[in-house]
């Protein structure tokens, strides 16, 4: 199998985002006389898309009302400060250059808010990834597959010819809802045995070895 096209998904697997979230986080909850979380609280948060994130973070018995409230705060300081700490993981850069060098299609898929996605891929990634997509109204949250298969078709590749990289069960999950290949890297926000759990169908611990499946299917 020759595979044409990556998908990846951004928070966890190309950037590590933890601390800016975990400091959005922290600036709505206080505005509302909250608990603040910790890095590691955020860390188990994240995944499913920042509504979910706010209502795990807010105290339990938290209006519905209040939560969206909370979570209008983050959108707004989150799109403000979304790149005051974060950053490429070690070797995403060069894992970038060989996939262009392979001339392998790329693109993004997340569960973060669509203007924050299509934000950070123009400032950081424009060069590589054609196509980012995130959370809207018209694209629902992953595991939905719908992400996948609207970058697929922007791309022009099929299913079969394209591998899901990511860093949590959800992303697993993902790839299997859209029929594509799923990697699951260990140096994200989940840690190696929630990978294997979920039965990833590759787990890399660097990106480097991204490239080596790659190469392998050629």
Same mark, same amino acid.
């Given at each position: ?6 998908? +990846? ?22 505005? @509302?006389?909250?608990? !603040? ?6 860390? $188990? ?22 939560? %969206?409230?909370? %979570?209008?705060? +983050? ?16 070797? !995403? ?13 790329? $693109?993004?898929?997340?569960? =973060? ?5 299509? &934000?950070?891929?123009?400032?950081? +990634? ?22 996948? +298969?609207?970058?697929? &078709? &922007?791309?022009?590749? =099929? ?5 899901? #990289? ?5 992303? !697993? ?11 699951? #890297?260990?140096?994200? @926000?989940?840690?190696?045995? #929630? ?20 190469? @392998?299917?050629?």
């Amino acid at each position: 199998m020759k595979y044409q096209a990556v998908i +990846f998904d951004l928070d966890g697997t190309l950037l590590n985002t933890l601390e800016d979230l975990a400091d959005s986080v922290n600036f709505a909850l206080k505005q @509302f006389g909250y608990p !603040i979380r910790t890095i590691a609280e955020v860390r $188990a948060f994240v995944g499913n898309g920042v509504q979910k994130l706010i209502e795990r973070a807010v105290p339990e018995q938290t209006t519905m009302e209040k939560t %969206l409230a909370c %979570l209008e705060v +983050f959108r707004n300081y989150y799109a403000k400060n979304m790149r005051n700490k974060t950053c490429l993981y070690e070797g !995403i850069k060069e894992l970038l250059q060989g996939l262009n060098e392979r001339k392998i299609k790329m $693109a993004i898929v997340s569960n =973060k808010f669509d203007a924050a996605v299509k &934000e950070l891929k123009k400032e950081l +990634f424009s060069e590589y990834i054609q196509v980012a997509i995130g959370e809207s109204i018209t694209v629902p949250k992953k595991p939905n597959p719908s992400g996948v +298969f609207a970058a697929l &078709e &922007e791309l022009g590749v =099929k299913t079969e010819n394209a591998l899901y #990289v990511g860093d949590s069960e959800v992303d !697993i999950m993902t790839a299997k809802n859209a029929g594509v290949i799923s990697v699951g #890297v260990t140096w994200g @926000f989940r840690d190696c045995t #929630v990978l294997e759990n979920s039965k990833a169908d590759h787990i890399i611990h660097t990106p480097q070895r991204l490239l080596d499946i790659i190469d @392998f299917s050629i």
